[in-house]
């Protein structure tokens, strides 16, 4: 997951960055073992595709959502559960207001 975000921090644009967001995203989902839950991300994130992209189209939101993944990276890999849990609950809250603002943003 390193590599991943150390990929992330090197993608210069939004056409660059998402995917690997994506991938990342779907990398740690799989990691709980939960089949069900890899398919409800996998139904969720096709619906919520552009609304998520858009979120990241700005360079310094990028940065904010790596910064953000480093993080739960490092609590992961510390055996810190509780608190990877926390800071991904925190992430995805996060993204929902990037996406909501830049929604208002286009309609404004």
Request: glycine share 6%; net charge neutral.
């Amino acid at each position: 997951m390193r590599a991943e975000a150390r990929e992330l921090d090197a993608a210069e644009t939004t056409d660059a960055y998402y995917p690997r967001n994506v991938d990342l995203h779907r990398h740690l989902v799989a990691l709980s073992g939960n089949a069900r839950l890899v398919e409800l991300y996998d139904a969720v994130s096709k619906e919520l595709h552009l609304f998520r992209r858009h979120g990241l189209e700005s360079h310094a939101a990028r940065h904010t959502s790596n910064d953000q993944h480093r993080r739960i990276i490092d609590h992961l890999e510390a055996g810190n559960g509780e608190e990877a849990a926390r800071l991904m609950e925190a992430h995805i809250v996060a993204g929902k207001n990037r996406m909501l603002a830049a929604h208002s943003r286009t309609r404004g």
